[in-house]
C-alpha cells in the first residue's frame, strides 16, 4: 500500500502540473448543468435531481475514459514506463497507485457540478443520499477506468485520444445521461439499458432519489465491467510483452 500511494502521488503530481487536464475533465459536465439542466430543469427539484445525477455521471465518464486512455497511451511512449516495469515491485503498486490517482481526479471534476447543482438549482438530497452518491462514484468509476485503461494499452496516443473521443458521447448519449429517466427518444430507451453508462446513470438515480434499478440494466453493466477487465487485461499483456520480446 505504501508503494501504491507513493506512485498515486507521483501520478497527481504529474496531472496538477498540467492543469488543463484538470479543467478539461470538468469542463464539459459543468457546461452541461449551465446550459441545459439550469434553465430547462433548475426549477423543479425531481427534474434537477435526476439530472445532476447523470451529469455526474457524465464527470465520471469524461475523467475516467480520457485520462486511462490518453494518459496510459502517452505513459506508454516515455522512457520511465520501461523502466518502472524493471523494478522489483512489480505492475501492482503502480497500477494501484494510477487507479488511486484516477479517483481522486474523478471526484475533483465533479465538484463543479455539485456546486452548480446546489447554488443555481432546485436540486436536493437528504445528507444519507449524499454519501451514497459519493460512495457510488467510486464504483461506477470501475467500467470507465476499465474502458480507458483497455484503450491506452491497445493503442498508441495519437490513436487512443481519438478513439476516446469517438466512443466517449455515444455512450453519453446511447445511455440516456443527456435526456431525462423517462424522456428519452424511443431508440434510445430501447438501446440504454444494453450500455454501461445506462447502468452507472440507474446507481446514482438509485442512490440519489427514489429510483428503482432496472434489473436489465445492472446485470448488462456486470457483463461490461467483466468483458473490458478481460479486453484491459489482454492489452497490458500484450503491450507487456511487446516490450519485452
Known amino acids: 500500500m505504501p508503494l501504491a500511494l507513493i506512485h498515486a502521488r ?7 502540473r498540467i492543469p488543463v487536464a484538470v479543467v478539461g475533465s470538468a469542463f464539459f459536465p459543468a457546461a452541461a448543468m449551465l446550459f441545459f439542466v439550469v434553465p430547462f430543469a433548475g426549477d423543479d427539484p425531481a427534474g434537477a435531481t435526476y439530472a445532476t445525477a447523470a451529469m455526474i455521471t457524465f464527470a465520471v465518464m469524461s475523467a475516467n475514459i480520457f485520462q486511462y486512455g490518453a494518459g496510459v497511451a502517452e505513459d506508454r511512449d516515455q522512457p ?3 523502466y518502472t516495469r524493471t523494478l522489483p ?4 503498486p503502480r497500477l494501484a497507485g494510477r487507479i488511486l490517482a484516477g479517483l481522486v481526479l474523478t471526484y475533483l471534476s465533479m465538484l463543479p457540478v455539485v456546486v452548480i447543482a446546489a447554488v443555481a438549482t432546485a436540486a436536493r438530497v437528504t445528507p444519507v443520499q ?4 459519493a460512495a457510488t462514484v467510486a464504483a461506477i468509476s470501475v467500467p470507465f477506468t476499465l474502458l480507458g485503461l483497455a484503450i491506452g494499452y491497445s493503442l498508441p496516443s495519437k490513436a487512443a485520444i481519438v478513439v476516446a473521443q469517438i466512443v466517449f458521447f455515444p455512450l453519453a448519449f446511447g445511455g440516456g445521461l443527456l435526456s431525462g429517466p423517462d424522456d428519452a427518444p424511443g431508440f434510445i430507451k ?3 439499458p444494453y450500455l454501461p453508462t445506462r447502468g452507472a446513470v440507474e446507481l446514482m438515480w438509485a442512490a440519489t432519489t427514489d429510483w428503482r434499478l432496472n434489473p436489465l440494466s445492472v446485470a448488462m453493466l456486470g457483463v461490461w465491467i467483466v468483458a473490458l477487465a478481460t479486453v484491459a487485461g489482454w492489452a497490458y499483456r500484450r503491450d507487456e510483452g511487446h516490450r519485452f520480446s
Open 130 to 133: 449524499f454519501l451514497l452518491g
Open 80 to 82: 520511465w514506463n520501461p
Open 10 to 16: 507521483y501520478q497527481l503530481l504529474t496531472i496538477i
Open 89 to 92: 515491485a512489480g505492475p501492482g
Open 190 to 192: 430501447a438501446i440504454a
